[in-house]
């Protein structure tokens, strides 16, 4: 009768050990994963509406009369906005830890394009990463069940 009640009982440790791993660990990391891949897409998205912008502006001083600047608005704080005449020729792009680099309009779009390349393998690698410790997760409930007797 001991013999079968320890047997349980060692049963009942090793279910709550993997449910305990579950929920720490392989959850924890899968909350990891998601929270850096919606950074990366964020980072994605922004570089989408550089290239956005990049183009709309080439096409809108492409259509002015040579010589006529391109007029726009420009919110200086508090939706307070002011008139500008924008120079379309260069760009200033955020390359990193609050540094700007002066572009041309291709040179702005090759840096995009490799960026955004780049961000793309990245969330490949989190998206895989995360579907390994889904997997992790799948296997250690069939171990649970698997010890139940389920």
Do not use: W
Not at 35 to 56: G, K, M, P, W, Y
Not at 124 to 147: F, M
Request: charged share 30%; with cysteine.
């Amino acid at each position: 009768m001991s013999s079968s009640s320890s047997r349980s009982q060692s049963g009942e440790q090793r279910v709550a050990k993997f449910e305990t791993f579950i929920n720490d660990v392989l959850k924890d990391s899968l909350r990891q994963i998601s929270a850096a891949l919606d950074v990366i897409n964020d980072q994605i998205s922004e570089l989408e509406d550089v290239r956005n912008t990049v183009d709309t502006m080439s096409r809108l001083a492409g259509e002015l009369p040579a010589g006529k600047p391109l007029k726009t608005r420009v919110n200086v704080g508090c939706d307070f906005f002011m008139q500008a005449n924008a120079d379309v020729r260069t760009f200033l792009v955020c390359v990193g830890l609050g540094y700007y680099v002066e572009y041309t309009r291709d040179e702005t779009l090759a840096h995009v394009r490799v960026r955004t390349k780049l961000l793309k393998e990245r969330a490949d690698d989190l998206r895989d990463k995360g579907a390994r410790v889904r997997a992790q997760i799948t296997l250690a409930l069939h171990c649970i069940q698997a010890e139940q007797g389920l």
